[in-house]
């Protein structure tokens, strides 16, 4: 898929369909974020993949809206020191599930320090982001549209109100 026609077309997806994701896709998503840049590449992340049902309860009662988690074929939680760099590669892995026709969404954690207690992490591994992804409930064509159409679509500012030239 084209790049751009990735990011126009992608939204956070929060309902999943009951279809497990193969591994070779897991494999491929968690590699995008492996590959992301950092600064001066310290690569500040680990990627803790929660696969037993029982933890992934647990997690749900952590983040804002806990049926994100609960009903997702892939839970990754993304521990970093830095917002940036581990924004940027929540941002990999969202995009390369979604050239796999994935979906994803980014979950928040109302208080981060509970979510650590229960993955047992040290001080210094702070959970950044709880990532969702699965299969759409009602399928993905992300090319019905050409990327400039779903830019329409989307609910953004306008980009006038976005960039300044000075």
Same mark, same amino acid.
């Given at each position: 898929?084209? *790049?751009? =026609?990735?990011?126009? @077309?992608?939204? #956070?997806?929060? !309902?999943? +369909? ?57 839970? *990754?939680? =993304?521990?970093?020191? @830095?917002?940036? #760099?581990?924004? !940027?590669? +929540? ?76």
């Amino acid at each position: 898929m084209d *790049v751009y =026609l990735a990011i126009a @077309s992608k939204r #956070d997806t929060r !309902r999943y +369909a009951e279809r497990p994701i193969p591994d070779e896709v897991v494999e491929r998503i968690l590699d995008a974020g492996r590959l992301s840049g950092s600064a001066r590449n310290i690569q500040p992340w680990r990627f803790i993949v929660v696969e037993s049902r029982q933890l992934v309860e647990q997690l749900a009662e952590t983040v804002y809206v806990a049926t994100n988690v609960l009903g997702a074929a892939l839970v *990754v939680v =993304l521990v970093s020191r @830095s917002a940036l #760099d581990g924004g !940027r590669a +929540a941002q990999n892995m969202m995009l390369a599930a979604w050239n796999d026709g994935v979906a994803s969404c980014p979950n928040g954690m109302p208080d981060p320090a509970r979510t650590a207690a229960l993955l047992r992490l040290g001080e210094d591994e702070p959970p950044l982001l709880v990532l969702t992804f699965g299969y759409t409930v009602t399928g993905r064509d992300p090319e019905r549209h050409s990327s400039e159409e779903w830019s329409r679509r989307a609910d953004r500012k306008p980009l006038a109100e976005l960039v300044a030239r000075i």
